[in-house]
């Protein structure tokens, strides 16, 4: 696994990018077996794994506007303010309102100890948001204008695939793990003095899904550079289990 640390105003990133996986050997996670067919023919039975990569062409951004005081409503209202600022100033930079929305808003009685008593210590708010790009190169420039406009916390950053995409990495993977199968299936075969005669039946089954994430961890101290995310291959695997008519 690969790792980059990226730097915004503020908040340091880890970029953490699944490692570039082309298509397994043909032998490669693969199970087989022969046996009668019901028509007095023999059949073939194997599963494969396929594999297939993409640039990422959607960037999901986690952030929140955080506030604290001694009274709930005051919590609220600096939290609404916060977020009305940060909402107004994506805006200004082409970011529609359809493209953010709440993932969460909590307001919590916070506690002290104090002489062995647990008292109350004011009130804490988190209103969390999704920000969802159709422009990766974006991310960077999209974070910076959260938290110089009222975002106090970036949470996540994932760099993926939209639907449409995905699935046509994911039929793209399928295709590969089918190729695997008939690979292995032939093998088979001819250590069985047999011939491989067509498909008598084909599942799909897991399939899985790596989409590059980047994780804030640290405060930087300077506030000066802006963010930088590199972009790294989405991965899409899927699963195939094949049963193949053979005759000898």
């Known amino acids: 696994m690969h790792s980059r640390i990226l730097t915004t105003v503020g908040v340091a990133f880890l970029l953490l990018t699944a490692g570039c996986v082309g298509s397994l050997a043909p032998t490669s996670d693969a199970t087989a077996q022969t046996q009668q067919a019901d028509r007095g023919g023999e059949t073939i039975s194997v599963s494969a794994t396929g594999q297939a990569e993409a640039e990422p062409d959607q960037a999901v951004l986690q952030v929140a506007v955080l506030a604290r005081g001694d009274d709930a409503n005051a919590v609220r209202t600096q939290l609404a303010e916060n977020a009305t600022q940060m909402r107004e100033a994506l805006r200004r930079v082409g970011i529609a309102d359809d493209q953010i929305r709440t993932v969460s808003f909590r307001i919590d009685q916070e506690y002290r100890e104090e002489e062995g008593e647990r008292r109350p210590a004011g009130f804490q708010g988190v209103h969390a948001f999704e920000i969802t790009l159709s422009n990766v190169s974006r991310a960077g420039a999209v974070v910076d204008t959260a938290v110089a406009n009222g975002a106090d916390r970036v949470d996540n950053i994932e760099l993926t695939l939209s639907e449409e995409r ?83």
């Open 166 to 248: 995905r699935r046509q990495i994911r039929a793209e993977a399928l295709r590969d793990a089918m190729e695997n199968a008939r690979t292995n299936a032939d093998v088979i075969a001819e250590s069985a003095n047999l011939t491989i005669a067509g498909v008598h039946s084909a599942a799909t089954g897991d399939q899985s899904f790596r989409p590059v994430r980047a994780e804030a961890l640290t405060a930087d101290a300077e506030g000066k550079a802006g963010t930088s995310i590199e972009s790294g291959p989405v991965t899409v695997s899927a699963q195939v289990s094949v049963t193949y008519n053979a005759s000898a």
